[in-house]
């Protein structure tokens, strides 16, 4: 992650609606290590406890694990900051992410994710947006299907 990367004005910004309280989504999302969320993956390493922990998420068996860093976890403000550090399968690279997690009610939260990064070169950045919006909109239909389904 570089200092430029990490104060760029996010390039994907993705808002969800769900019918569960903002605690219950951030139970899930606060913690790194849960991934029941993420449609396909294979298995999960980790390393370390809390901000600065490391996961490895694995597709398949045999992939190349993406190494992804928890920057900050903000309990008060419900907000999770990481960076992908290695194999990142988007074509984007000083990629950080933000997660905040809002109540619109008793049993009804907003997810508001926003990223910053840089298009991998011989990748414009209309298309790297492009394949980041599919990318997050896989992620959140399974984060829906987990959290409203429990």
């Known amino acids: ?3 430029t990367a990490a104060s760029a004005e996010p390039k994907v ?3 969800a ?16 290590s849960n991934l029941s969320w993420v ?6 390493e980790f390393e370390g406890e809390g901000p600065g922990m490391l996961r490895r998420m694995y597709v398949t068996a045999d992939s ?11 309990e008060e403000n419900l907000t999770i900051v990481y960076s992908v550090r290695d194999n990142n399968p988007l074509p984007v690279e000083n990629y950080v992410a933000t997660m ?7 049993d009804s939260s907003r997810l508001d994710w926003a990223c910053s990064f840089d298009p991998r070169e011989g990748v414009s950045e209309e298309q790297a947006v492009n394949v980041v919006n ?10 829906k299907g987990v959290l409203e389904s429990s």
Do not use: R
């Not at 449609?39 to 999960?44: D, Q, S, T």
């Not at 599919?134 to 984060?143: E, I, K, R």
């Open 1 to 3: 992650m570089t200092d």
């Open 134 to 143: 599919g990318f997050y909109g896989a992620l959140v239909s399974g984060m």
């Open 100 to 106: 905040v997690i809002t109540s619109t009610g008793p």
């Open 64 to 74: 190349p694990g993406i190494v992804e860093q928890l920057e900050s976890l903000d």
């Open 17 to 32: 609606e769900f019918e569960v309280s903002a605690g219950k989504v951030w139970d899930v999302l606060s913690d790194f």
């Open 13 to 15: 910004t993705v808002t």
């Open 39 to 44: 449609p396909p993956v294979h298995h999960v």
